[in-house]
């Protein structure tokens, strides 16, 4: 099992709320990732980091913003959640060097009422 | 659009057979993973191939590798209930950004 966490596993909000999705991670990677996953389908970078104060964004626009203060916590926030932001958000790290695996946290399943 | 596809993109077979699942991609690599991802969860890394590597197993799974053809697959043996998730190619770009990219994902289902 990998040592890297989400919380919460399922959130239900309403349209216009601000929301932080949890992740962190107990193994000391460097660099670590945010996805958008809708069920079944493939995955979306939406930003990711390579250390502490180093962020950037992924290939899907995305209306969210994250931060890098500790190396083990990468928060993501949504200002202002709408339905469109409905989907599985997972977040991932791997280390600096080889073999370069990515690891990933268990999810986590936001619904915008 | 992404860098892997995956072919097919849904796959049944009854319990013990073998599934075999493909996966193509675009530019050069330094290596390439595969990673499972049960239904809800996150993803799980398989086995990584490295590029002058051809062939690659890791208990039931063997992995496969042509880079003259820019593709890679994957075979399950004797495939379990338990095998049942969805299968993805990633590949990660070592250029400087470190970013990953993954297939559109096989779904396996194993029929009992």
């Known amino acids: 099992e990998a040592d890297i966490y989400q919380t919460p596993r399922y959130l239900v909000i309403g349209t216009g709320k601000k929301i932080t999705l949890e992740c962190s991670q107990t193994?000391?990677?460097?660099?670590m990732y945010w996805y958008q996953q809708d069920p079944g389908m493939e995955l979306h970078l939406i930003h990711y980091?390579?250390?502490?104060?180093?962020?950037e964004k992924g290939d899907l626009s995305s209306e969210s913003t994250v931060s890098r203060i500790r190396t083990e916590h990468f928060p993501l926030t949504l200002e202002s959640a709408r339905p469109s932001h409905t989907s599985q958000y997972l977040c991932?790290?791997?280390?600096?060097?080889?073999?370069?695996?990515?690891?990933f946290g268990p999810g986590t399943r936001l619904t915008v009422t | 659009s992404q860098q892997g596809e995956e072919d097919p993109q849904a796959l049944s077979i009854q319990e013990g057979e073998n599934a075999t699942m493909n996966c193509s991609y675009k530019?050069?690599?330094?290596?390439l993973q595969w990673y499972r991802q049960n239904s809800g969860r996150g993803l799980v890394h398989l086995i990584l191939?490295?590029?002058?590597?051809r062939e690659k197993h890791s208990g039931r799974l063997r992995v496969t590798l042509d880079t003259s053809k820019k593709s890679s697959s994957l075979l399950i043996t004797a495939s379990r209930a338990a095998d049942a998730a969805s299968y993805f190619c990633a590949t990660v770009d070592l250029s400087g950004t470190y970013k990953y990219i993954f297939g559109t994902g096989t779904r396996l289902k194993v029929l009992a």
């Open positions: 530019t050069s690599i330094n290596n």
């Open positions: 191939i490295r590029s002058n590597e």
């Open positions: 193994m000391g990677h460097d660099k």
């Open positions: 980091s390579y250390g502490v104060n180093s962020t």
């Open positions: 991932a790290s791997s280390p600096g060097t080889g073999p370069y695996e990515q690891y």
